[in-house]
């Protein structure tokens, strides 16, 4: 009954940018999460938001280039990427958590349903 869709990948050359989008249906959430997953690799935490939009937390790393909103009333989590770079070239996924808790205490056990992941692929 949960659903998340994932849209705005595409391909893009070295130092664009990309606003990715997450549509949630069917079940009510508290946080969600962007998360991405390179070939081979595990999937790796990006951001969070709460559905409120008062708090989110980002990997240390990326939070310069990346920025998390939402519009409550579309029931839409928005991700913008910034000075995109080949090394940022992944599946992107967005997923909803219920878990209690606070958003900078989220781990990826705490998500509960996934998109199909939108595919990012930035040209040297």
């Known amino acids: 009954q949960v659903q998340l869709v994932e849209s705005g990948g595409g391909l893009v050359q070295r130092g664009g940018s990309l606003k990715l989008s997450c549509v949630e249906s069917?079940?009510?959430?508290?946080?969600i999460g962007w998360f991405r997953q390179f070939p081979g690799k595990a999937r790796e935490f990006i951001s969070a938001?709460?559905?409120?939009?008062?708090?989110?937390s980002y990997t240390d790393s990326l939070k310069g280039r990346f920025s998390v909103s939402r519009d409550a009333a579309r029931n839409t989590v928005f991700l913008e990427i910034h000075s995109l770079r080949p090394e940022d070239t992944a599946l992107y996924y967005c997923a909803s958590s219920r878990a209690p808790g606070t958003v900078d205490s989220l781990s990826i056990t705490d998500f509960d349903d996934w998109g199909r992941g939108t595919q990012v692929t930035v040209s040297s």
């Open positions: 938001i709460s559905w409120t939009g008062s708090s989110s």
């Open positions: 069917g079940r009510t959430f508290t946080f």
